[in-house]
C-alpha cells in the first residue's frame, strides 16, 4: 500500500508506517497490538497496559516513569483498550514536541521511541514477573472503571444495547474485560499473558511529523530490539447475521430521563464495495443535524435533545440513540421506526443525498488535518484489509443515487431496541 | 490589517476592527486542509442582570444565554444547519459562563460558509411558537445533564462555594426558570450582547487573510449598526467566605464522587495580570495534584483516588475557584488525607527540579495545543474577552519563578475557603 502518505515497512517484526510531515509541531507515535477477541483472555490482555504504565526497568517507580515524561516536555503518553471488529485493540499513543520548538538538548523523537520501546517490551519485573503491588492496585483501577460505566446513563444505554444484540457473539464482551475474571489474575499469570500476547498480538507502527521513515526503522530496530516471530495481518471472518424478529430489552434504572437505543445488523462492512452506500445510509438516517432522526425527533417533535445514529463498519452494525421522557417511549419508537422504513422505501431527497455527501466529504477532508485521524483512518485499511484511500471513498460516496442508499436500507435490519428507564412511577 | 508574527510559534496573526467594533483575527495555516471559524459574544450565562447606556436596568431568566444560542440557528425559511450543510460544513455552538460561540468547520466553500455563520448570527428570528417548542428540547437537555454525575459534582461545588455570583447558576437554567422565557425576553437579550462590538470573529486555516477581510468588511458594511453604549454588568455583591462547607447530592453511582476547591477573593483581574495569575495557578495546581506528584502517588496507592483524578482553575474579574477531585470510596479518608499531605507541601514549598519540569510540561502542552485549530480559536477569544493574547503565554511561561508559585500556592490553598460537593448513591 502506498497513497495517503504514509510509506509502509516492516522492522523488528512489526508493521512500520510513517508520514513525513512539517504540518505539525509535534511527532505523532501510535502502537496498535491487536488479537481476536476472546473470553479468556479478554481480561488480561486489558489489564497488562495498566500495569506495563506503573513502572520499567529504567523508571521502575511509576513517579519516575512521570517524571520521564514531563521532563520530555509533557510529551502526551496514553493508552486505550478497545473493540474493532472481532478484534481487540490496544492502542498506544505518544504526541512529542518537535525539537526545533524548543531547547532540548536530546532528540524527543528518539527519548519518544525509547520510552515507548520501554514500555512494551522492558517492564519492572521482579522475580520474573510483574510487580505485586502493582498488579494488585491495577486490578482495582479496572473493576472501577468496569463498575463505573453504568454513571454516564448515554453510554452505558449505548454499551447494554450492543451486548443484549451480540449476547451470542465475542463481541458481547466488555473491551477492559470481566469483573470476575480479574480476581483470579496473579504477577506471575499476568506477566504470561501479557508475553503470549506480545508474540502473538499484531503490531503496526505508526508516525507522523517532520521525520524519515529510515529515521523511524533506526529507532525501531534500536529501542523494540525484540524478535516478533512474523509480520502476521488481520483477517476478517465477518458472517452477517439473519435477524428474526426484533427483541426489545427493558432496564429499570435511577433516572431523570429514558435512554433509547437500537441496534441494527447490515451485511455491509468496511471492506465491502457497498460501504460507501452504507456511509450514506447512516448520514441520512442520523449522522448529522440534518438527519431524518434530527429534524423528526428532536426539531419536529422537541421530544429529544439528541438522536443519532452511528454505523461501525468493522462489525456490520448500525445503532440508533437518543434520550427522552420515559412517557415519550411509544411515540418515539414510532417516529424512529418510521425513519428507517422511509429510506427502505427509498424516500429520500436530492438535498439530504447532496448534503450528506457535502458533510462526509468534508468530515474524509478534515482527517489531513489531524496526526492521529490520518493514522486512525490508516489503520482501518491495516484492519480490514481494503486498500481503499481517502480519495478514493470520496469519489465512491460522490456518485452515490437514492436507489444504493435504498439497496442499503434493505440490509439493515433492526435487531433490539433497548430501553432505560427510571424506577418507581 | 495588522499583520503579527511569533517568530518562536511560527505563527502570523492577522488583525482588523470593522467600523461598527467587530474584532476579526486570521490566522493562516496553509498546510491544513479545514478552516475553523468561531463567531463569539462576550456574552454567557452570568451576564443576567446588565444595564446598556441609555438603556434601563434589566434581570432576565436563568438560562437564557444557552435558550438564545439554540434560537439562533432558527430562520425564517428554517434551520441553519441544512444550509451549512448544503455547503458541507459542520456547525455547532456552545454557551459558558461568560460567552456565547458559533462555529463551523470546512474544507469548501469557505466565503459561502463564512457569510452563513456571520449571517445567521446577526439576523435573530424568534417567534411565540418556536420559542415554545424549544422549551420541550432544552428540557430534555436539563434531564440529560441532571443524570450525569460528573457535572452534578461539578455545580454542587460552584453552589456550595457562591451564593450571589451567578457563576453558580446552572448554564442552561432550570426547567421552571426557561418556562418564564418569552420571544421579547430573548431580543432584549440579543439586542443588548449581539452588537459586533461585543463579538469576535476569529477565523484559522488555508485561508488569505485579506480575502477574509474583505469578505467581512463587505458583509459589515451591508448591515446598519447604531454605535452602542458600553454594557454594566451587575454583580449583587459576593461574600469572601464560602456559602455552604460541604454539598451532597443523590444520583446512583458506583463509587462517590468528591471534587472540593478553595474559593479565591477576586482581584477584579484583567490583561496579562490575570493570565500571570492563571497560569501561575495552575502551574501550582500541577504540581500540588497532577500525576506525577508524589501526593498523587501515595493517594492511588493507598487507593483513596484513581485515573479520573483531576484539579482545574476557574476565573473572572469577580471569581476565581480550584476545583479537584474525583472517584473515591472513602471521601472523608481522601479530604483527611489530602489536608495532611497539602499541608506539609505547605511548609516546605516547592522544590527547583520539580518546578522546572512542571514548567516543561506545561510548555509542551501549549506547543500540542497550537496544532488544534478548534483549540486555537477557543483559546484565543476566551483570553481576548478577558483582555490577554494568547500567542503571548510562551514568554509568560518562562518568566514566572518559583517564588511566585510558592506564593501562589500559599495565597490560594486556605482552608477556611474550602468547599466540598459530594455525589453519593441514594
Known amino acids: 500500500m502506498t497513497n495517503n502518505g504514509f510509506q509502509h515497512g516492516n522492522a523488528a517484526g512489526m508493521r512500520i508506517h510513517v508520514l513525513p510531515t512539517k504540518a505539525f509541531k509535534t511527532f505523532a507515535i501510535s502502537l496498535y497490538a491487536g488479537v481476536p477477541l476472546d473470553e479468556s483472555t479478554v481480561t488480561p490482555t486489558a489489564l497488562a497496559p495498566f500495569v506495563l504504565r506503573r513502572g520499567t526497568a529504567t523508571y521502575p517507580e511509576t513517579m519516575q516513569f512521570r517524571e520521564r515524561l514531563e521532563e520530555l516536555y509533557g510529551a502526551g503518553f496514553g493508552f486505550d483498550v478497545y473493540k474493532r471488529g472481532d478484534y481487540q485493540i490496544v492502542q498506544f499513543r505518544m504526541d512529542t514536541i518537535n525539537d526545533s520548538f524548543v531547547q532540548s538538548k536530546e532528540s524527543l523523537l528518539g527519548e519518544s521511541f525509547a520510552f515507548l520501546g520501554e514500555v512494551l517490551t522492558r517492564p519492572l519485573l521482579e522475580d520474573g514477573s510483574f510487580r505485586a503491588s502493582y498488579v494488585a492496585t491495577e486490578r482495582e483501577t479496572v473493576r472501577k472503571k468496569l463498575e463505573a460505566i453504568v454513571n454516564d446513563k448515554i453510554r452505558y444505554a449505548a454499551e447494554r444495547c450492543i451486548e443484549e444484540m451480540c449476547r451470542q457473539e465475542p463481541y458481547r464482551l466488555h473491551p477492559l474485560g470481566q469483573r470476575a475474571d480479574l480476581d483470579s489474575i496473579t504477577p506471575k499469570s499476568l506477566y504470561d499473558s501479557y508475553t503470549a500476547w506480545l508474540n502473538g498480538a499484531i503490531l503496526d507502527l505508526y508516525v507522523v511529523g517532520d521525520t524519515t521513515p529510515e529515521e523511524v526503522e533506526r529507532q525501531v530496530i534500536r529501542h523494540f530490539g525484540r524478535a516478533h516471530k512474523e509480520t502476521a495481518g488481520y483477517s476478517s471472518n465477518f458472517k452477517p447475521v439473519a435477524v428474526s424478529e426484533v427483541r426489545t430489552v427493558e432496564e429499570k434504572l435511577d433516572v431523570n430521563q429514558g435512554k433509547l437505543n437500537m441496534g441494527l445488523r447490515t451485511s455491509i462492512t468496511y471492506s465491502d464495495d457497498r460501504y460507501a452506500s452504507a456511509l450514506m445510509y447512516n448520514g441520512i438516517l442520523g449522522g448529522y443535524p440534518h438527519s431524518k432522526l434530527f429534524v423528526n425527533v428532536r426539531e419536529k417533535e422537541s421530544l429529544a435533545y439528541y438522536a443519532s445514529s452511528r454505523y461501525d463498519g468493522h462489525k456490520g452494525i448500525g445503532t440508533i440513540q437518543s434520550g427522552i421522557e420515559t412517557q415519550n417511549y411509544g411515540k418515539a419508537v414510532d417516529i424512529i421506526r418510521k425513519q428507517l422504513d422511509e429510506l427502505k422505501a427509498g424516500n429520500i431527497s436530492d438535498l439530504e443525498l447532496n448534503q450528506t455527501k457535502a458533510m462526509i466529504r468534508n468530515l474524509l477532508s478534515e482527517i489531513q488535518d489531524s496526526a492521529f485521524e490520518l493514522i486512525s483512518f490508516d489503520f482501518n485499511r491495516q484492519l480490514s484489509g481494503k486498500d481503499r484511500s481517502a480519495q478514493e471513498l470520496l469519489a465512491q460516496v460522490d456518485g452515490i443515487g437514492a436507489e444504493d442508499v435504498k439497496a442499503a436500507a434493505d440490509t439493515f435490519q433492526l435487531d433490539t431496541i433497548y430501553f432505560l428507564t427510571g424506577k418507581g412511577e | ?426
Request: charge should be negative.
Open chain 2, 1 to 426: 490589517m495588522n499583520k503579527l508574527h511569533y517568530d518562536k510559534l511560527q505563527e502570523t496573526l492577522y488583525h482588523e476592527v470593522m467600523d461598527n467594533g467587530l474584532h476579526v483575527y486570521v490566522l493562516p495555516k496553509p498546510a491544513f486542509k479545514k478552516t475553523y471559524a468561531t463567531f463569539a459574544t462576550k456574552y454567557g450565562s452570568v451576564d443576567n442582570h446588565f444595564k446598556v447606556a441609555g438603556g434601563e436596568e434589566t434581570t432576565v431568566p436563568d438560562g437564557i444565554a444557552h435558550f438564545l444560542e439554540h434560537k439562533m440557528f432558527e430562520e425564517p425559511e428554517g434551520d441553519i444547519f441544512a444550509t451549512f450543510a448544503s455547503n458541507g460544513a459542520s456547525a455547532n455552538a456552545f454557551t459558558s459562563f461568560d460567552q456565547t460561540v458559533y462555529l463551523f468547520s470546512a474544507t469548501e466553500n469557505i466565503e459561502t460558509n463564512l457569510s452563513t455563520l456571520i449571517d445567521f448570527v446577526q439576523r435573530p428570528y424568534f417567534t411565540d411558537e418556536n420559542v415554545e417548542k424549544e422549551k420541550g428540547i432544552i428540557g430534555q437537555e436539563i434531564n440529560m445533564y441532571a443524570d450525569n454525575p460528573d457535572w452534578r459534582v461539578y455545580f454542587g461545588l460552584i453552589e456550595a462555594m457562591y451564593s450571589k455570583h451567578p457563576v453558580h447558576i446552572d448554564i442552561a437554567g432550570t426547567i421552571d426558570s426557561i418556562a418564564t422565557i418569552t420571544k421579547e425576553t430573548l431580543y432584549t437579550c440579543y439586542n443588548s450582547f449581539y452588537h459586533p462590538s461585543n463579538m469576535l470573529l476569529f477565523i484559522v486555516g488555508g485561508v488569505e487573510p485579506e480575502k477574509v477581510f474583505e469578505l467581512v468588511r463587505t458583509n459589515q458594511a451591508a448591515k446598519a449598526y447604531d454605535k452602542q453604549g458600553e454594557i454594566t454588568r451587575i454583580f449583587e455583591e459576593e461574600p469572601v467566605q464560602v456559602a455552604q462547607k460541604h454539598k451532597e447530592s443523590r444520583l446512583a453511582v458506583s463509587m462517590p464522587k468528591c471534587l472540593f476547591g478553595f474559593k479565591e477573593k477576586p482581584e477584579g483581574l484583567t490583561g496579562e495580570a490575570a493570565v500571570r495569575r492563571d497560569l501561575t495557578t495552575k502551574l501550582m495546581l500541577d504540581l500540588l495534584f497532577g500525576s506525577s506528584t508524589a501526593l498523587y502517588q501515595k493517594l492511588y496507592d493507598e487507593e483513596l483516588i484513581s485515573d479520573s483524578f483531576g484539579h482545574e482553575f476557574n476565573s473572572s474579574p469577580q471569581y476565581a475557584f480550584s476545583a479537584v477531585g474525583g472517584d473515591t470510596k472513602d471521601p472523608d479518608l481522601l479530604l483527611k488525607r489530602i489536608k495532611e499531605e497539602v499541608n506539609a507541601v505547605l511548609a516546605s514549598g516547592f522544590a527547583e527540579k520539580d518546578f522546572e519540569r512542571a514548567r516543561k510540561k506545561k510548555i509542551g502542552g501549549y506547543l500540542r495545543m497550537l496544532n488544534s485549530p478548534e483549540s486555537i480559536a477557543h483559546e484565543f477569544t476566551r483570553y481576548q474577552f478577558r483582555g490577554g493574547d494568547l500567542f503571548e503565554v510562551l514568554p509568560v511561561y518562562e518568566s514566572i519563578t518559583l517564588d511566585e508559585v510558592n506564593a501562589r500556592l500559599r495565597a490560594h490553598v486556605d482552608w477556611e475557603q474550602l468547599s466540598v460537593s459530594l455525589v453519593v448513591s441514594p
